[in-house]
């Protein structure tokens, strides 16, 4: 069994920052690709990003790119979200996931196992 389990999240000013991190349990976090992804009330849950097992490659939605950046530490288990230059479109619970296999990385159904999600709130 994996746990992930997310912090970091809040409320910021349009513009502002926030870096999330997400905990993993279990002695195989090194092996595997990560994804973040964010629901908003009322939307389906969208594609944020990934990272490969190694850190050495990460992946953007367009939404995002050129303000959010991912980042892995295998040795402490954790992956992380900077978020830069946030919008208000960007409120929504953020999950991250453990990427157990499937052809594209944007694909919810590609993640096995899932955060219980951290609030950020960008106002205006």
């Known amino acids: 069994q994996v746990h992930l389990v997310e912090s970091g999240g809040g409320l910021v000013q349009a513009g502002g920052s926030l870096r999330l991190s997400c905990a993993a349990s279990?002695?195989?976090?090194?092996?595997?690709?990560m994804g973040w992804f964010r629901q908003a009330p009322g939307k389906e849950r969208e594609y944020v990003g990934a990272?490969?097992?190694?850190?050495?490659?990460?992946y953007y939605a367009d939404s995002v790119k050129g303000r959010f950046t991912i980042s892995r530490d295998n040795a402490k288990n954790e992956v992380y979200l900077q978020m830069n230059s946030l919008k208000p479109e960007d409120t929504s619970v953020y999950y991250c996931?453990?990427?157990?296999?499937?052809?594209?990385?944007?694909?919810?159904?590609?993640?096995?196992?899932w955060g219980q999600g951290t609030q950020v709130t960008v106002s205006s």
């Open positions: 279990g002695r195989t976090f090194s092996s595997y690709a």
């Open positions: 990272i490969n097992p190694s850190g050495g490659m990460s």
């Open positions: 996931a453990r990427r157990g296999g499937g052809p594209y990385y944007s694909l919810i159904r590609s993640y096995d196992y």
